[in-house]
């Protein structure tokens, strides 16, 4: 591509580029540091109303779970666990005394780390291979 070609915003991202540090890069990623794989899933929900009686229910549902970890972040909540946990959005809804469904619930979920799927009305994350180590829900 000549000079001529780049628009201001790929001349932008070439000269961000070019800083690089590639072999410093290299090391952070696969050194003593860098990405290790786990079997923690983690799940992030941005705070409201129905979100502060999720974390309520999962600390007191997890409670016996030493890996299990609810982290306030200031907007969020940060969740953390080995292997999987779920989310039954009906007791949920009796916690809130009105209907709540899970999919009010993913209007708050940020992001995960982990297989995420929706059973019914039960959010769940897992490292599971859905179809391969446990059944697909239906």
Known sequence: MTDAAL?????SVD????SVDVERLRADMYGENG?????RVVL?????DEIEATVEWLAERYEDDPSFT????????????LEGFEIDA??????????????????????????????GNVFAITTDLIGW??????
């Open 70 to 81: 609810i982290e306030d972040c200031g907007t969020f909540y940060r969740i953390d666990c």
């Open 35 to 39: 990405v290790v794989e786990s079997r």
């Open 90 to 119: 009906d007791e949920i809804g009796e916690l809130l005394g009105r209907p709540f469904s899970v999919y009010d619930l993913l209007v708050n979920v940020s992001t995960t780390i982990g297989r995420a799927y929706v059973n």
């Open 15 to 18: 000269r961000r580029v070019a």
């Open 7 to 11: 628009n201001p915003h790929h001349a």
């Open 133 to 138: 180590e446990t059944e697909v829900p239906r």
């Open 44 to 48: 992030a929900l941005t705070k409201a």
